[in-house]
């Protein structure tokens, strides 16, 4: 498996922030950096990367706080989420100053995303898939070769995302969780936005949300 990874919790939140790097070229992304850029980049430089992008699963404050800081900073591409989400995008400061959260600088994605879309980082290429529903732009990147996703707050282990926040979807949440996740395959290991890693199997077989569907 050349695609490796290495999750930090940041923020208040404990939202998973994930490094994700090729080891055959040491180029990396991150996926939602919300806060803690100091630290993320520490760890960048302990292993020999080189951050190439920013990849957005959705903007919610604890997922993009630290999005726009981090472009301006090194120059990266930001990638993702899907347009619908634009309208958190643009809310971040009022979304800031709700949770206490250090002012968030506006940015605007470099690249939006759709459904079957591909991002690449040194010789690996992951899978896109738009999974509305915790918020109407939020994205999945799905590694078939390593079996890994990156859901942001679609599934956790033993739960689902919130849907009571605006242009949220229990409905539309449950439809991406069984359409578009379940068939990337029970060995499928995914990291979630907030808490432990777990498998497509396991909470098919145990999630009393979406459990056995």
Same mark, same amino acid.
């Given at each position: 498996m %050349?695609l490796?990874? @290495?999750?930090?919790?940041v923020t208040a939140f404990?939202?998973?922030?994930?490094?994700?790097?090729c080891? @055959?070229t040491l180029?990396?992304a991150v996926? *939602?950096?919300?806060?803690?850029l &100091?630290r993320?980049?520490?760890f960048?430089?302990?292993?020999?990367?080189s951050?190439k992008a920013?990849?957005?699963?959705?903007?919610?404050?604890?997922?993009?706080?630290?999005?726009g800081?981090?472009?301006?900073?090194?120059?990266?591409?930001i990638i993702?989420?899907?347009?619908g989400? @634009?309208?958190?995008i643009?809310?971040?400061?009022q @979304?800031s100053?709700?949770?206490g959260?250090?002012?968030?600088e506006?940015f605007t994605p470099?690249?939006?995303?759709e *459904?079957?879309?591909? !991002?690449?980082?040194?010789?690996e290429?992951?899978?896109?898939r738009?999974?509305?529903?915790?918020?109407p732009?939020?994205v !999945?990147?799905?590694?078939? %070769?390593?079996?890994?996703?990156?859901?942001?707050?679609?599934?956790?282990a033993?739960?689902?995302?919130r849907?009571?926040? &605006?242009?949220?979807s229990?409905?539309?949440?449950?439809? %991406?969780?069984?359409e578009?996740l379940? &068939?990337?395959?029970d060995d499928?290991?995914?990291?979630p936005?907030h808490? &432990?890693? %777990?498998s497509?199997?396991t909470?098919?077989?145990?999630?009393?949300y !979406?459990?056995?569907?």
């Amino acid at each position: 498996m %050349s695609l490796r990874y @290495q999750t930090l919790p940041v923020t208040a939140f404990q939202q998973n922030c994930s490094i994700v790097w090729c080891d @055959q070229t040491l180029e990396a992304a991150v996926i *939602d950096p919300g806060g803690e850029l &100091p630290r993320l980049l520490d760890f960048v430089k302990r292993q020999g990367l080189s951050l190439k992008a920013i990849w957005l699963t959705h903007a919610h404050i604890d997922h993009a706080g630290g999005t726009g800081e981090l472009a301006r900073q090194l120059g990266l591409p930001i990638i993702g989420p899907h347009h619908g989400d @634009q309208f958190w995008i643009t809310g971040l400061p009022q @979304q800031s100053a709700m949770f206490g959260f250090p002012p968030a600088e506006p940015f605007t994605p470099t690249r939006w995303l759709e *459904d079957g879309d591909q !991002v690449t980082i040194g010789q690996e290429t992951l899978d896109v898939r738009h999974c509305p529903g915790h918020t109407p732009g939020h994205v !999945v990147f799905h590694s078939v %070769s390593a079996r890994r996703a990156f859901v942001g707050d679609v599934l956790f282990a033993g739960g689902i995302g919130r849907t009571d926040f &605006p242009g949220g979807s229990h409905g539309e949440l449950i439809r %991406s969780i069984t359409e578009r996740l379940w &068939p990337m395959g029970d060995d499928t290991v995914f990291i979630p936005g907030h808490g &432990p890693e %777990s498998s497509f199997g396991t909470e098919r077989r145990t999630n009393p949300y !979406v459990g056995m569907r």
